[in-house]
C-alpha cells in the first residue's frame, strides 16, 4: 500500500476526527497525513489552544470522551470552579487532565517550536503513530462575520454558541501562511494516493485548510482521486453549525450543496443512504456518487466508512478492502 | 490602632503565613501589610510560580491545606497524571486547583501588570483583605550555593529536596530591584508601627528581602520596634531547611544564631519556651527577649503568638491585648 503513496486527510475536529479514527485502523501509520485546521486556534488565558488538534490527538489516542464529543473522556473539572473562584474568565472549558496538553503545547512554543515540532512530540508521547500535521505553522486565525459584526471564532462557536447569523468568513493571513513543508513536500514528491476531504464543516473547518497560499493550486495539479464525505445528512449536520450557516447565507442545507462547494477539486463523493437520491444530481456535477451508511457512531461503523472513503478513492488495501 | 501605623511583617511561606493568619485575626486589615519573599519565584511549564505569595493567599482567604503544609484544602492530582503522560516536568507538583492561581497571575504578568497589580487582583476575588506586597515586582531569584555547584531555590528545594550541602546563597539582582514602592512608601511617610519578622527561614526567605536595594537602610533608620520570631526552637527547625543550613553554614542550629543573624536591626525576639535558657544570651545582644509558646499547630495558637508578637513590638491592640 505505502509503495502507492500517502492518503492525505484534511480535517477539522470531532466530525474528522472519527473518520481518522477508522483510516488508522485500516492503514498502516505511514500511509495516513492528517492534515488539522488551525483555524479555531487561539490563545486563551495565556494557554495556546487547538481545538482540532487535540479533538485528533485524543481520537488518535483513545482518550477522547465519546459522550461529550470534545475533549478526554474521565475529565474531572476542578481547575475550573478555581478558576472562577480566582476571577478567570470561564467561558471556555478546560478539564483538568486536558489542560496539561494545553499548557505543555505552550510551554514548547514558548521555547521556540513550531506548532508541527510541539504536535509531533504530544502524539509521540501519547503513543499515537499517526503523523497530524497543521496546516501551517504561522497563525491564521478564522473570523466569522456576522451580523452582529466580526467574532474570532471561538467568540462565536463557543462564547456565543453560533447563535448570530453569519453573513462569510476569512482566513486571517492565509495568503501569506507557509503551507506545512511537509505537506508541499508530499505533494511535490508525488508521494500523495489520494486526498480525503472529512465529514467537517466546509466553510469553518476545511476552507481555511484550502485557503492556505499555495495549496489550491496544488490540489488543482494533483491528478489522483480526492473524494469528500458529506457532513450534512438528511438536510442536517451532524454536529456543529455547518447546516446552520448554510441557510444563514443562503445556500439549501444539503449535501448536494456540500458538493457543489468543492465542486473544482473533488471526483468522488460519499453521501449518506438517506440522501440517495440526490446521487444523480452529485453526477451531473461531474462528480463519482457514493452512496453509504455515513454515521459514525461506534469504532465499528468509523472503520467501515474509511474502507468505504478509500475504496472512493480506488485505494487498494494490503489485507483487501 | 491605625493612627500608630502600620504594622509591617516580613515573611517567607509556610512558617510566616501561620503569624501571618493569625495577625489577621488581631488586627484591623489595613493596619497590617505583608510583605512575601519572592526569592523562590519561578517559571515553570510557563507559569510564572510565586510559592510564598501563594502560601500567604491560600492561608488569608482559609484554602490552605493544613496537612500537607502548601498548597489548597481538598486539592485534586488529575492535571499532574495527565501532564506526565504528555511528556510534562512532573518535579514539581500543581494541583487542579492550584493551577487556577498560577495560570490567572501568568496571564495577568503577560497582559503587562506588575507582580503588586496582579497580586491584589487575585487577594481581591479570594476575598483576603489583609494586603500582600511582594518585596519587589523585579524578580530577584535566589541561588543556592551547594557542594554540587550552584542551583536555582526550587532546584534545591523541590527537585533535589534539600539534599545538597549548602555552601552560601545570592539574591540575583537585588542591588539593582526596586524595592515594592507601597513599602517605601510607608516608611518614607512615617506610617509604620512596628516591623515583625515571621519564623520563617533567615537564609532563603528573609535574607532576600532584606537584600533588596535601599530596604536595609530604610530598616536602619526605622526607629520603632524590630521583632524576630525564632523558626528554630529546640535546635530544630519547625519546617523546612533552616536548621540544616546553618549546620552546613557551621554555625550553631540555635534560636541565638537566629538572633545573632539579625542582629542588626532587632529591639526584640522572641523565643520559644523550650528555648528559655537562651534568653540571657539574648539580652546580651542588646535584643529584649520574648519567651513565648511559638508552636502555631491551630487557629488559637496562631492568634496567640501573634498577640504575644505585637505585645513585644509594644502595640497597643484597640480591644485590649
Redesign the interface.
Known sequence: MSDQGKIVVLSGGVGGAKLVYGLSKVLPPDALLVVANTGDDFSH???RICPDIDSLTYALSDLADPVRGWG?VDE?W??M???K????EDWFNLG??????H??R??LL?SGKGLTEATR??C???GVQTTILPMSDDPVPTMVDTESGQLSFQEYFVREQCQPSVKGFSFQGADTARLNPGLRTCFENDDVAAVLIAPSNPFVSIDPILAIGGFADMLEGFDGPVVAVSPIVGGNAIKGPAAKMMVELGLPSSALTVAQHYQDILTGFVLDQVDAATAPQIKALDIEAHVEQTMMTDALSKVSLARACLKAANVVLDGGG
Request: charged content about 15%.
Open positions: 488565558m495565556g494557554l478526554r474531572t476542578n481547575f470552579r478555581a478558576l473562584q480566582v476571577g478567570g483538568d487532565m486536558d489542560l496539561a496538553l499548557i505543555m505552550s510551554h514558548q512530540i504530544l509521540r508521547n501519547l
